[in-house]
C-alpha cells in the first residue's frame, strides 16, 4: 500500500510540472518573437555571413589579371619628366648661385658641397636611379649645367676633386713644400722685434696699432685654450673663423686718422668675402698654359674669406685718381693691391678644399701685379731683375682648418723672360693653435707679412704705378723715381 501511494503521488508531481513547463517555455518564445534576436546573436549571425566567401560568384566571375607593362615606355616617359624639370630648376639654381658667393660647386663659404646637376636623362636610365640622385651632395666630377635642353656649360669648382687636374694645373698653379721651414724673420731677411711686439711694430709703422699681434705668455695662453675647447666640443668653422678674424688676423679702424704725417702712411684694409670679379683689363683671369691638358671652364669669381689690400691713403693725391687705369681699384673702399688672404675650413677633411680656394684668388692678385711689373718694365725699357723682382712679385695665404694653420708664398714661374707660366704655392709654415710653440711662429709670421705688405709691396706698387702713368699724365713728376727704379 504504500510503494503504491509513493507511485501515485510521483505521477500526480509529473502531471503537475508539465503545463508548468509547457507554459514557461511558451512565454519565453512569445517574449523572443516580440523583442527580436539579441544583438549578440546579430552580430555573430552577421559576421559569419559576411566571413562566408561566395563560392558561386567567385566560380562565376574569375578575377581580372592585371595587364603586363611596358619598361620601354615608362623609363621614356619618366626621361621625358625629368628632362622638363632639370631644364627649369637648374636654370634657376645657376642663376642664384651666381648672386651669392661666386664659387659655382657651392662656396667659403662659403657653401659646402655640389649640387649634383647631372645631364638630361636618356631613355635608358631608369627612373629610380633619377629619383635618387636629385638633390645628392656630391665632391667629384665636373658638374653640368642645363640651359632649357641646349649646349650645355661646364662648371666646376674649389670642391670637385678635379678642380686641380681641369682648372688649377692647366693654367700651371701647383703646389710645393717648402724644402726648409725658417723663421720669418729669416724669409724676410728683417730684424726680429725685441720687448713687446706689437709696440715695436706700432712704433715702427704708426696709426695701424690694431694689426699688430703680441706674443706674450698671456695671449698665447688664452689662444691656445680656446682653439683646445672648440676643438674638444667640435665647433663649426664658423665659430673657428670668427674667433680667428678677431684675435689673430685683425682688422683696423677704416677711418683716416687726423694727423696728416699719419694718414700719408700705407694703410691695411681687411676686407671679408669681398666680390670682386674679373670684369676689366685690371683684374684678368690666369691663362692656360698648358693647351694639351684637358682644362675646364672656370671664370674665378670667387670670395675671399678674409683679404688685405692696401688703402689709397698713402699714395699721393696728386694721381690717386689715376689708380684704375693701372690696377684693380675698389672705388667704393678706396684700396687695391691685396697682398695677404686667409681661408677657413673646420677640420683637415676639407684640405684640398681650402688649398683650392686659396690658390684661386691668390693667382688671381698674382697674375694682376706681375702685369703692373711688367707694363713698368716696358715703360722703362727695362728687363726681369732676376735679384729683386722675384722679392716684390708676390702674395700670401693663411689656411686654417680647425687648429691647423699652414703659412703660403705665391709667386710667379716663367717660361721665359718676363712670360707667365703660371705660379707656385709653397708652404713654408705650418703648425697646431694648441701648442704654444707653434702659436708664437704664426704670430710672427702674421706680423712680418703685414710689415712687408706695408713697406715693400706698398712702396713697389706705387712706383709701378707712377712709371705707367707717365705716359696718361704729363704733367705727373716721376724724375726722382726713375732713379729709384734703375735695377740693380
Given at each position: 500500500m504504500m510503494a503504491a501511494s509513493n507511485i501515485q503521488c510521483d505521477t500526480r508531481r509529473s502531471n503537475l510540472r508539465e503545463p508548468l513547463l509547457t507554459l514557461s517555455t511558451s512565454a519565453l518564445n512569445t517574449r523572443r518573437t516580440r523583442l527580436g534576436p539579441s544583438k549578440?546573436?546579430?552580430?555573430?549571425?552577421?559576421?559569419?555571413?559576411?566571413?562566408?566567401?561566395?563560392?558561386?560568384?567567385?566560380?562565376?566571375?574569375?578575377?581580372?589579371?592585371?595587364?603586363?607593362?611596358?619598361?620601354?615606355?615608362?623609363?621614356?616617359?619618366?626621361?621625358?619628366?625629368?628632362?622638363?624639370?632639370?631644364?627649369?630648376?637648374?636654370?634657376?639654381?645657376?642663376?642664384?648661385?651666381r648672386k651669392t658667393r661666386s664659387d659655382p660647386s657651392?662656396?667659403?663659404?662659403?657653401?659646402?658641397?655640389?649640387?649634383?646637376?647631372?645631364?638630361?636623362?636618356?631613355?635608358?636610365?631608369s627612373s629610380f636611379d633619377l629619383l635618387g640622385s636629385v638633390g645628392e651632395e656630391v665632391e667629384s666630377g665636373p658638374a653640368t649645367v642645363i640651359s632649357n635642353g641646349n649646349a650645355s656649360a661646364?662648371?666646376?669648382?674649389?670642391?670637385?676633386?678635379?678642380?686641380?687636374?681641369?682648372?688649377?694645373?692647366?693654367?700651371?698653379i701647383s703646389f710645393k713644400l717648402a724644402q726648409d721651414f725658417t723663421s720669418p724673420w729669416q724669409h724676410f731677411e728683417s730684424a726680429a722685434p725685441k720687448?713687446?711686439?706689437?709696440?715695436?711694430?706700432?712704433?715702427?709703422?704708426?696709426?695701424?696699432?690694431?694689426?699688430?699681434?703680441?706674443?706674450?705668455?698671456?695671449?698665447?695662453?688664452?689662444?691656445?685654450?680656446?682653439?683646445?675647447?672648440?676643438?674638444?666640443?667640435?665647433?663649426?668653422e664658423a665659430e673657428f673663423a670668427a674667433y680667428a678674424k678677431e684675435h689673430l688676423v685683425k682688422g683696423t679702424k677704416r677711418y683716416l686718422p687726423t694727423d696728416s704725417q699719419v694718414a700719408r702712411h700705407f694703410r691695411s684694409v681687411r676686407m671679408l668675402e669681398l666680390v670682386s670679379k674679373p670684369q676689366d683689363p685690371t683684374w684678368k683671369v690666369p691663362p692656360i698654359v698648358h693647351p694639351a691638358m684637358h682644362a675646364e671652364t672656370y671664370d674665378f669669381d670667387i670670395r675671399p674669406d678674409c683679404a688685405y689690400w692696401l688703402s689709397h691713403a698713402g699714395f699721393n693725391p696728386n694721381y690717386a685718381s689715376l689708380i684704375s687705369l693701372r690696377v684693380r681699384l675698389i672705388d667704393l673702399h678706396g684700396?687695391?693691391?691685396?697682398?695677404?688672404?686667409?681661408?677657413?675650413?673646420?677640420?683637415?677633411?676639407?684640405t684640398s678644399t681650402v688649398e683650392n680656394q686659396l690658390a684661386t684668388v691668390?693667382?688671381?692678385?698674382?697674375?694682376?701685379?706681375?702685369?703692373?711689373?711688367?707694363?713698368?718694365?716696358?715703360?722703362?725699357?727695362?728687363?726681369?731683375?732676376?735679384?729683386?723682382?722675384?722679392?716684390?712679385?708676390?702674395?700670401?695665404?693663411?689656411?686654417?682648418?680647425?687648429?691647423?694653420?699652414?703659412?703660403?708664398c705665391v709667386t710667379p714661374e716663367m717660361a721665359a723672360e718676363s712670360?707667365?707660366?703660371?705660379?707656385?704655392?709653397?708652404?713654408i709654415a705650418h703648425g697646431n693653435c694648441t701648442s704654444r710653440p707653434d702659436l708664437r711662429r704664426l704670430v710672427g709670421w702674421i706680423n712680418e707679412i703685414h710689415r712687408w705688405g706695408l713697406t715693400r709691396h706698398a712702396q713697389s706698387c706705387q712706383d709701378d704705378i707712377k712709371l705707367c702713368l707717365r705716359d696718361e699724365d704729363n704733367d705727373l713728376e716721376v724724375s726722382e723715381l726713375l732713379e729709384q727704379l734703375e735695377d740693380p
Amino acid at each position: 500500500m504504500m510503494a503504491a501511494s509513493n507511485i501515485q503521488c510521483d505521477t500526480r508531481r509529473s502531471n503537475l510540472r508539465e503545463p508548468l513547463l509547457t507554459l514557461s517555455t511558451s512565454a519565453l518564445n512569445t517574449r523572443r518573437t516580440r523583442l527580436g534576436p539579441s544583438k549578440k546573436s546579430q552580430r555573430a549571425k552577421k559576421t559569419w555571413k559576411d566571413s562566408l566567401p561566395s563560392t558561386q560568384h567567385t566560380l562565376s566571375k574569375p578575377r581580372p589579371r592585371v595587364p603586363k607593362t611596358k619598361p620601354d615606355e615608362v623609363q621614356e616617359l619618366w626621361a621625358h619628366v625629368w628632362a622638363e624639370l632639370y631644364s627649369t630648376k637648374m636654370t634657376s639654381s645657376d642663376e642664384n648661385r651666381r648672386k651669392t658667393r661666386s664659387d659655382p660647386s657651392g662656396s667659403k663659404g662659403k657653401q659646402k658641397g655640389t649640387r649634383a646637376q647631372s645631364a638630361v636623362p636618356s631613355a635608358s636610365t631608369s627612373s629610380f636611379d633619377l629619383l635618387g640622385s636629385v638633390g645628392e651632395e656630391v665632391e667629384s666630377g665636373p658638374a653640368t649645367v642645363i640651359s632649357n635642353g641646349n649646349a650645355s656649360a661646364k662648371r666646376i669648382g674649389p670642391y670637385n676633386n678635379n678642380f686641380r687636374s681641369s682648372v688649377l694645373a692647366p693654367r700651371g698653379i701647383s703646389f710645393k713644400l717648402a724644402q726648409d721651414f725658417t723663421s720669418p724673420w729669416q724669409h724676410f731677411e728683417s730684424a726680429a722685434p725685441k720687448g713687446n711686439a706689437a709696440s715695436y711694430y706700432d712704433g715702427h709703422y704708426p696709426g695701424i696699432k690694431e694689426l699688430w699681434l703680441e706674443a706674450d705668455e698671456g695671449f698665447l695662453a688664452d689662444v691656445v685654450q680656446e682653439y683646445q675647447y672648440m676643438h674638444n666640443t667640435r665647433c663649426c668653422e664658423a665659430e673657428f673663423a670668427a674667433y680667428a678674424k678677431e684675435h689673430l688676423v685683425k682688422g683696423t679702424k677704416r677711418y683716416l686718422p687726423t694727423d696728416s704725417q699719419v694718414a700719408r702712411h700705407f694703410r691695411s684694409v681687411r676686407m671679408l668675402e669681398l666680390v670682386s670679379k674679373p670684369q676689366d683689363p685690371t683684374w684678368k683671369v690666369p691663362p692656360i698654359v698648358h693647351p694639351a691638358m684637358h682644362a675646364e671652364t672656370y671664370d674665378f669669381d670667387i670670395r675671399p674669406d678674409c683679404a688685405y689690400w692696401l688703402s689709397h691713403a698713402g699714395f699721393n693725391p696728386n694721381y690717386a685718381s689715376l689708380i684704375s687705369l693701372r690696377v684693380r681699384l675698389i672705388d667704393l673702399h678706396g684700396i687695391s693691391c691685396p697682398y695677404l688672404f686667409t681661408e677657413f675650413k673646420r677640420d683637415g677633411k676639407s684640405t684640398s678644399t681650402v688649398e683650392n680656394q686659396l690658390a684661386t684668388v691668390a693667382s688671381l692678385a698674382l697674375l694682376n701685379r706681375f702685369h703692373l711689373r711688367l707694363d713698368r718694365i716696358a715703360k722703362a725699357a727695362s728687363t726681369w731683375s732676376k735679384t729683386k723682382d722675384p722679392e716684390e712679385i708676390k702674395t700670401y695665404g693663411i689656411t686654417f682648418e680647425g687648429i691647423a694653420y699652414a703659412v703660403w708664398c705665391v709667386t710667379p714661374e716663367m717660361a721665359a723672360e718676363s712670360e707667365w707660366n703660371g705660379c707656385s704655392l709653397t708652404r713654408i709654415a705650418h703648425g697646431n693653435c694648441t701648442s704654444r710653440p707653434d702659436l708664437r711662429r704664426l704670430v710672427g709670421w702674421i706680423n712680418e707679412i703685414h710689415r712687408w705688405g706695408l713697406t715693400r709691396h706698398a712702396q713697389s706698387c706705387q712706383d709701378d704705378i707712377k712709371l705707367c702713368l707717365r705716359d696718361e699724365d704729363n704733367d705727373l713728376e716721376v724724375s726722382e723715381l726713375l732713379e729709384q727704379l734703375e735695377d740693380p
